[in-house]
């Protein structure tokens, strides 16, 4: 939890200076590469974004399973194995639970969650977090509802461990 609040409170700061129209130079000189294998809008372009904003560069790979070597055989720990070569920091998404931890295990380079399977998807969770605290003050003690398919819903997973974690009560709300 004293690693979750210390991400929160750094976005804190770093919301803070983008407000007042300051660019930041956090990652001047890197590369982030993007690599998903599954459709994405927000959070692929909501990482792109974020590096341009801290000053470096964006590779973006979408449709991976389609336009990459993947398509030829190439396995998930071949790619990042490769991809470390131009990148400093890797963000995935793949359909497959544990596939990110998968790919950090092969790689040198630190591998970034956008989500696997219906496993996970921490930084969702991480700003869901930030937003319950930013508006409402708190987590810990906060009811909040989680609506929608309960069972395959990646970011509804990881945010029920994040909002236990924290001692929030938890009220599921999903279709039949």
Do not use: W
């Not at 692929?44 to 974020?50: G, I, L, N, Q």
């Not at 991809?83 to 591998?111: F, N, Q, W």
């Not at 009560?169 to 039949?176: N, R, S, V």
Request: proline content about 3%; hydrophobic content about 35%; some cysteine.
């Amino acid at each position: 939890n004293e690693e979750i609040e210390a991400v929160l409170d750094l976005a804190d700061e770093m919301n803070s200076s983008l407000e007042e129209g300051r660019r930041l130079h956090l990652c001047e000189g890197k590369e982030l590469y993007t690599l998903f294998y599954e459709p994405s809008t927000r959070t692929r372009s909501s990482f792109e974004t974020a590096m341009h904003r801290l000053g470096g560069t964006v590779v973006s790979h979408a449709e991976a399973q389609v336009t990459s070597s993947v398509a030829k055989g190439e396995t998930i720990a071949d790619t990042v194995r490769v991809l470390e070569k131009y990148a400093d920091i890797v963000v995935m998404r793949h359909p497959l639970d544990g596939s990110t931890k998968l790919a950090a295990e092969h790689c040198s380079v630190p591998i970034i969650s956008g989500g696997d399977g219906a496993h996970e998807h921490p930084t969702q969770t991480l700003l869901d977090l930030y937003t319950i605290r930013k508006e409402k003050g708190a987590i810990k003690g906060k009811n909040v509802a989680l609506c929608g398919d309960l069972r395959h819903g990646r970011t509804v997973h990881s945010l029920a461990i994040g909002l236990a974690r924290f001692e929030a009560e938890i009220t599921c709300i999903a279709p039949p």
